[in-house]
């Protein structure tokens, strides 16, 4: 029976302290999860709120939070604590805020949070959201202090739509490929807005896009559509070149746009004026996300049957400028080519034209440039400068180049073939074709070989090296010394007749005196006088060697003086040499004296004369 | 006089025969070749003009004959050479300098000679300016000028006539020194052996005369070098462009 009584009291204890213990843990603690909206838009926010009530708040302790995974956490948790007492009885609640943002559309659970507390551990219950698409109908729930949420407008995002919108349009929808579509994109709305926030460009894919014009500020202007008037602006203006053939579209524009909205009064709730605030009247600013309409075309491709082979793909209307900076130049001076396309359309994917270059120029990378005007329509111009280096001499002719784009005014292929230029290239300074690499087979070939055979001979001879030479060479030699030798010969032999007559001429006079003598002892006077004078005379000239053809008295007297005889011998020999020319062709009557006289003082002369030279 | 007319006509029935004898073989050999090429058949046209070559015979024409021989049968290395010993005799031959730059342009290397000193271009040019035929004449006129010039002042009386030759004579001496000069030197400039062509299609230069050397550079067929020294089988050259190495001998023909 005690055991049974035991069993009993145990029972009632456990069970009185059960109802105890569940009665305190229903009533004095809880953990409680709650959103606030379980449907929410896609870009709104909300929030999540975990509650924990108990009586010692502070005996809670570590808090985890659920896997938000579905949803961005944008803050928190953000902690706050209440406490109430109510009749004696004290209450405290410890919550944990975290505001969420949805990821994407659907269903989505977020799990329970937990929390320990005196050992145990506490489960939130799990919340179930809907996430819709734009701003949700929010459901009409909470109190006031919920109502000041701003996401919690009563202007629908449909109405806004209505309102707000953005509009692109094409200017065609089949074009050929590489031909020119304009797209405008335009903000219609009867709001007002606050500035715009671009959150997406459009892409454009298969397509080479260039804006018309940048716009900088945005101009309203009046325009109504279906009866309804709207201030519209122009956002962007964009060209497209498409560069693919088919079905292609164009993503599109997504615009953030602040809108002002007047909150809606609540005439169900009459209330409500009297617990609104005096402010609530002033414009509430909702974020309304305006996106475009897709653009859809359809591009065909261009006629294949007659294009050139000169044709890269330009489509549009182009003209073509070719120049050369120079037409003569000298060897390895460069030339500059200049390509000039320019026009409209789409000159950016235009490959420029390529041109032959004559034989024996380098052509090397050409320098391009681009220029794009903007306007309605898109065009410009592309150029290419080549250099060109001329490496041998010549007339060279550089042909046309050609050039073929699609016209889209005229439908059909059009070629434009530039002039083509005639370089007249001069040798210039330096080697030709000194440039590395391979060498061009040439126009120019060698030389015909020579006929002459005269110039052969053998091996290592010169001229000088032969016995002829030399013998050529000595033959002048030997007859100028002949030459030499001879004239010493001659000029010897003449010198020496002179010393004999010098060294005979006392004995001529000797001689000649010693008739003389004769004829003075015979009284001869005519014949003494001729013999006087010869000898006096005759043995002048054998002394100066003077010859008889060109000997007169004045000619011995002055080579007499040149010798430095004295000169009152000159003076005598004057005298008796005249005295005795002259007696000689007058002669006196037979007068002895003179005679002896004439022919003693010619004695004493000779004998002077020879004494003064010796 | 008699004797003086006598010696003359032995002299010159004498040079008549010398040429005669000289020519005879040579001028066939290249009349043959040129027969040959005429007939496009430029192995055999070079055969017969190195047959005269071979027989100890030389001439501008004979080389340059040569030269477009083996220009024709592909022979760049042979050609150039050839056309490099032509232009040697006769360095102002217009179609000599032509084929020997259109050979060139044909060579796998292009070694870019450094531009020479003006002076010593000019110095070249001058010396270059005839031909050692050329020289010889002109020192031989010279030498007959001196020698007329010397006669006069010698034998005549007339002092004018003296003045006059002997201010020629003196002139005449410096410039026959000159000529002289210039003869020796164009002598020297023919003789220089120092200059070679590759005539092999590849050379490898070796940076010591030894096969197991580390290679310099390769060079191929046609391209000029300075040979500056041997060793053994082993030449040491010098590129235009200043580049030195070792080549085999067989590699190499001189100039």
Request: hydrophobic share 40%.
């Amino acid at each position: 029976m005690k055991v049974f009584s035991n069993l009993v009291l145990r029972k009632i204890y456990t069970t009185l302290f059960l109802i105890l213990f569940v009665s305190c843990c229903s009533f004095a603690q809880s953990f409680t999860a709650s959103s606030s909206g379980s449907k929410v838009g896609l870009s709104e926010q909300f929030q999540v709120t975990f509650t924990f009530s108990g009586e010692e708040i502070n005996g809670m302790k570590s808090f985890k939070a659920p896997n938000f995974k579905d949803f961005m956490p944008l803050s928190g948790p953000n902690q706050s604590t209440n406490m109430t007492i109510i009749n004696g009885a004290v209450s405290a609640s410890r919550s944990f805020t975290y505001i969420l943002q949805p990821r994407q559309l659907g269903k989505f659970t977020i799990g329970s949070a937990t929390v320990d507390y005196k050992g145990k551990t506490f489960q939130s219950n799990p919340i179930h959201i809907e996430v819709v698409k734009g701003g949700a109908q929010q459901s009409q729930q909470g109190g006031g202090a919920k109502g000041k949420n701003p996401k919690s407008d009563n202007v629908s995002q449909k109405e806004i739509g209505e309102n707000l919108f953005i509009r692109a349009s094409a200017d065609r929808q089949q074009v050929l490929k590489g031909e020119q579509i304009n797209v405008t994109y335009k903000l219609y709305t009867r709001l007002n807005i606050a500035s715009l926030q671009v959150s997406k460009l459009p892409s454009y894919p298969g397509f080479w896009a260039e804006e018309n014009e940048i716009i900088q500020n945005i101009n309203f202007t009046n325009e109504t559509v279906n009866g309804k008037q709207y201030k519209v602006a122009t956002l962007k203006k964009v060209a497209l070149f498409p560069t693919e053939t088919g079905q292609l579209s164009v993503t599109p524009f997504e615009l953030k746009i602040p809108v002002y909205v007047q909150k809606k009064s609540r005439s169900n709730n009459p209330f409500d004026d009297f617990f609104n605030d005096p402010f609530s009247n002033r414009p509430e600013v909702v974020d309304y996300t305006a996106i475009s309409n897709t653009i859809k075309v359809n591009v065909q491709g261009l006629p294949q049957s007659n294009a050139s082979s000169s044709f890269t793909g330009a489509v549009g209307d182009f003209s073509m400028k070719v120049e050369v900076d120079k037409k003569s130049v000298k060897t390895n001076e460069p030339i500059k080519l200049k390509i000039k396309i320019s026009g409209t359309g789409n000159i950016k994917l235009i490959t420029l034209p390529e041109f032959d270059i004559p034989a024996g120029f380098e052509k090397y990378d050409p320098k391009t440039s681009d220029d794009l005007t903007h306007g309605a329509k898109i065009g410009g111009s592309k150029t290419a400068e080549y250099l060109l280096i001329p490496r041998f001499a010549g007339k060279k002719e550089i042909p046309p180049v050609k050039f073929t784009f699609y016209n889209t005014a005229k439908r059909q292929y059009q070629t434009i073939t530039s002039e083509g230029f005639t370089i007249d290239v001069a040798q210039g300074e330096g080697g030709s074709g000194s440039s590395g690499g391979e060498v061009q087979m040439l126009n120019d070939d060698i030389q015909y070989i020579k006929t002459n055979a005269g110039d052969i001979k053998e091996n290592g001879s010169f001229a000088f090296e032969s016995f002829w030479f030399w013998l050529l060479c000595i033959i002048p030699l030997a007859g100028f010394i002949w030459l030499l030798i001879f004239r010493k010969r001659e000029d010897k032999l003449s010198s020496n007749m002179q010393l004999l007559r010098y060294q005979k001429a006392q004995k001529m006079a000797k001689k000649r005196l010693k008739t003389a003598g004769k004829y003075l002892a015979s009284k001869n006077e005519e014949k003494f006088y001729a013999e006087l004078s010869n000898a006096l005379f005759g043995y002048l000239e054998n002394k100066l060697g003077i010859a008889k053809a060109e000997f007169t008295l004045e000619n011995a007297l002055e080579e007499l003086k040149n010798r430095n005889v004295p000169d009152e011998l000159v003076e005598a020999l004057m005298t008796t040499a005249r005295k005795c020319e002259f007696i000689r062709f007058a002669p006196s009557n037979g007068d002895e004296n003179p005679m002896q006289s004439m022919y003693d003082e010619s004695v004493r002369i000779i004998i002077d004369i020879e004494k003064s030279l010796a | 006089m008699n004797v003086m007319k006598k010696i003359l006509l032995i002299l010159f029935v004498c040079s008549l025969y010398s040429v005669k004898l000289s020519a005879f073989n040579a001028d066939s050999s290249f009349a043959k070749g040129n027969e040959f090429y005429q007939k496009k058949d430029y192995a055999k046209a070079a055969a017969s003009y190195k047959s005269a070559l071979d027989a100890g015979y030389a001439g501008a024409s004979l080389y340059y004959n040569l030269g477009n021989a083996y220009f024709r049968d592909g022979k760049i290395g042979y050609a150039i050479l050839f056309y490099e010993k032509a232009a040697k005799l006769s360095p102002n031959d217009k179609d000599i300098e032509h084929n020997l730059k259109i050979a060139n342009l044909r060579t796998i290397d292009k070694v870019a000679p450094m531009p020479p000193f003006i002076l010593f271009r000019l110095w070249d040019k001058t010396i270059l300016l005839f031909s050692v035929a050329g020289w010889t004449t002109l020192s031989f006129a010279l030498y007959l000028i001196i020698l007329i010039s010397a006669g006069v002042y010698f034998t005549s009386h007339v002092s004018s006539y003296q003045r006059v030759s002997f201010l020629t004579g003196i002139i005449t001496l410096l410039l026959f020194a000159g000529s002289v000069f210039f003869l020796w030197q164009r002598v020297e400039y023919q003789q220089n052996r120092s200059k070679g062509i590759i005539v092999v299609q590849t050379s490898v230069a070796k940076l010591a005369p030894d096969v197991q050397s580390k290679d310099s550079f390769v060079i191929h067929e046609g391209i000029k070098v300075v040979i500056e020294d041997k060793v053994n089988d082993w030449l040491r050259i010098r590129l235009q462009d200043g580049k030195i190495g070792w080549i085999a001998v067989n590699n190499l023909a001189v100039i």
